[in-house]
């Protein structure tokens, strides 16, 4: 079992900067596709970005060249750099880990709100 523990949620104004962490209990980076997912009240879970083993990332539309995914493998940390945050940013962020090997297990952390507002 793996534990995924968010933080650096938060307020923020508009055209502001926020990092969010996720910490994971165990070294799952290299087997895994981790990433960050958002939702906001009556939406579904939107998928903002990810990266792979190999450490490729990928983006939702709405935010390239605004967020960017990193990880610190030694740490067994991801990132999210999220800058110029605009209103539309708020949501509650999930960490998300999916192995890659058997069991296919996803890991989702508890969450962190982060609140784009003037």
């Known amino acids: 079992q793996v534990q995924l523990v968010e933080s650096g949620g938060g307020l923020v104004q508009p055209g502001g900067s926020l990092r969010l962490s996720c910490s994971a209990s165990?070294?799952?980076?290299?087997?895994?596709?981790v990433g960050w997912y958002r939702q906001t009240p009556g939406k579904q879970r939107e998928l903002v970005a990810s990266?792979?083993?190999?450490?490729?990332?990928t983006y939702v539309d709405s935010v390239k060249g605004r967020f960017t995914i990193s990880r610190d493998t030694a740490k067994n940390t991801l990132y999210l750099q999220m800058n110029s945050l605009k209103p539309e940013d708020t949501a509650v962020y999930y960490c998300?880990?999916?192995?890659?090997?058997?069991?296919?297990?996803?890991?989702w952390g508890q969450g962190t709100q982060v609140t784009v507002s003037s």
């Open positions: 998300n880990a999916r192995r890659l090997i058997p069991p296919s297990t996803v890991y």
């Open positions: 990266i792979n083993p190999a450490g490729q990332p």
């Open positions: 165990r070294s799952i980076f290299s087997i895994s596709v």
